[in-house]
Nanobody, 111 residues
């Protein structure tokens, strides 16, 4: 099983930016479905963004135009660039690669 480790979370004011990273040990993010989910307190985990095997990117409507999912050239790291952050973006963010999940990183946006 692939071990995924997220980083980059933190506390930011509304309107600010953060970039989340997800590193995979012993594997890459090529030729597999990868993406990000998030879970806010008291809510179910929800889809945020993904890159399909064919390279197509998909976003939940609430983050379109603000978040960008990408990988680096060797596809060893998955990123989520988050701009124009809102308090409602506060959640624990999880990356996934096929059926493997990271442990999550906390993002808190203050108003």
């Amino acid at each position: 099983q692939v071990l995924l480790v997220e980083s980059g979370g933190g506390l930011v004011q509304a309107g600010g930016s953060l970039r989340l990273s997800c590193a995979a040990s012993g594997s890459t993010f090529s030729n597999v479905d990868v993406g990000w989910y998030r879970q806010a307190p008291g809510k179910q985990r929800e889809f945020v963004a993904r890159i399909s095997i064919g390279g197509r990117t998909t976003y939940v409507d609430s983050v379109k135009g603000r978040f960008t999912i990408s990988t680096d050239n060797p596809k060893s790291t998955l990123y989520l660039q988050m701009d124009s952050l809102k308090p409602e973006d506060t959640a624990v963010y999880y990356c996934y690669r096929a059926f493997s999940w990271g442990q999550g990183t906390q993002v808190t946006v203050s108003s």
